[in-house]
C-alpha cells in the first residue's frame, strides 16, 4: 500500500475527524511515523495518542480494518494533501482536509476563484445581483465556488452553467448522496460538466457538523468570499468569518436596511468587508489578492 491509498484508508475510518486527520497530516509531514504503509494499529494510536482505555478505542479499530478493505478496493477519483494536484490555497487553511473526493474538471482549480455565499431565502434582489455580476465574472476568466445549497449558491451555480462557466460546488455529505433531493440533478451535473468536491467518502450522509466543515473549504479555496445575502445569525457569516481567519478577503453587497435578509452582508460592511456595487468591484479585489500571493 502506498500513501496516497493509506490517506484514503484515514479518509475512509469512521471516528477520524479534523483534529486526527491532522494528527496524521502531522506525522507524515514532519517523519513521527514510519514512511511504510499501511500503519499499524499500534503506530496509528501512537499518533492519535489515542488510549486503550478510550471509549471509541474497539470501535475506532474496527473502523480502521473496514477504512483499509475500503481503501484497496476504492474505484473513485481522490486527490491527497501531498499530491501535486492538491489546490495549494487549502493548504493554507487551519486543518486543511486530507482527502478530497472529486467528480468533474479538476482543471477549473486553475482558475482564480471567488466563493459566493448567501441566505437560503434569497430574495429577488439576490437574483438580480447575481444575473448582473456572473457574466462579467465568467468572461474574466474568475472560478465561481459554492456549496450547492438552496437559495443563492444554488443561483450561483446555475448562473455560472448559463453563462458558460464551470462552477465549483464543494458539498457536506459523500458525492453521491444529494443533501436536497430536488438539487439532486444540479449536483448530477457540476460532476460531469463542473468540478464537484468533498472530504466525505461516498454514502456519507449530512450531519450538522458537515456544513461549517464544508464553509472552511469554500472559504480556503477561493481568493476572496463574496456575502450575497444574509440574515444576522446566517451560515453565511461563518463562511466570511473563516475566510477572514484564512487570511482571505470579504465582500458583501449592500441591502435595504429593512431587509432581515440584508442585516449580515450590512453588519459585514460596517465591521469592514469591501462592499460591492459592480462586478468591476469584484474583478479588482481578485486581481489584488492575486498580486498579494506572487509578491509573497
Known amino acids: 500500500m502506498n500513501l496516497r491509498t493509506f490517506l484514503l484508508a ?7 475527524g479534523k483534529v486526527r486527520a491532522n494528527r496524521v497530516l ?17 503506530t496509528l494510536t501512537h499518533v492519535l495518542e489515542l488510549e486503550p482505555r478510550a471509549r471509541d478505542y474497539q470501535q475506532l479499530e474496527s473502523a480502521y480494518q473496514e477504512g483499509l478493505l475500503l481503501a484497496q478496493h476504492f474505484k473513485g477519483k481522490f486527490l491527497t494533501y501531498f499530491d501535486e494536484q492538491y489546490p495549494a490555497a487549502l493548504k493554507e487553511i487551519y486543518q486543511p482536509p ?3 473526493f472529486y467528480e468533474g474538471r479538476l482543471d477549473a482549480l486553475r482558475l482564480p ?3 459566493i455565499v448567501g441566505t437560503r431565502t434569497a430574495t429577488p434582489y439576490a437574483l438580480s445581483v447575481l444575473r448582473d455580476f456572473l457574466p462579467a465574472l465568467v468572461k474574466e476568466g474568475i472560478g465561481i465556488v459554492s456549496g450547492l ?3 443563492v449558491d444554488v443561483m450561483a451555480h446555475q448562473l455560472t452553467f448559463g453563462q458558460g462557466g464551470v462552477p465549483i460546488a464543494v458539498v457536506g455529505t459523500g458525492l453521491d448522496v444529494a443533501y436536497l433531493g430536488h438539487h439532486h440533478q444540479l449536483q448530477k451535473q ?8 468533498s472530504e466525505y467518502p461516498p454514502k456519507t450522509g449530512p450531519r450538522r457538523h458537515h456544513f461549517p466543515d464544508r464553509n472552511r473549504i469554500i472559504a480556503g479555496l477561493s481568493l476572496g468570499t463574496l456575502v450575497v445575502e444574509a440574515k444576522e ?10 475566510a477572514l481567519q484564512a487570511n482571505r478577503q470579504v465582500l458583501a453587497v449592500p441591502g435595504s436596511i429593512f431587509s432581515t435578509e440584508s442585516t449580515g452582508t450590512n453588519q459585514l460592511i460596517q465591521a469592514g468587508a469591501l462592499p460591492v456595487f459592480h462586478a468591476s468591484d469584484i474583478i479588482e479585489a481578485i486581481k489584488a489578492q492575486i498580486i498579494v500571493k506572487e509578491v509573497i
Not at 484515514?10 to 477520524?16: D, L, P, Q, S
Not at 457540476?190 to 468536491?197: D, K, Y
Not at 445569525?233 to 473563516?242: K, Q, V
Open 26 to 42: 502531522e506525522a507524515v509531514s514532519h517523519r513521527y511515523a514510519p514512511d511504510i504503509y499501511p500503519w499499524s494499529w499500534d
Open 190 to 197: 457540476i460532476g460531469q460538466q463542473g468540478l464537484l468536491l
Open 98 to 100: 486530507l482527502v478530497l
Open 149 to 151: 445549497a438552496r437559495g
Open 113 to 115: 476563484p471567488i466563493a
Open 233 to 242: 445569525h446566517s451560515g453565511s457569516l461563518i463562511t466570511a468569518n473563516l
Open 10 to 16: 484515514i479518509a475512509h475510518t469512521a471516528g477520524i
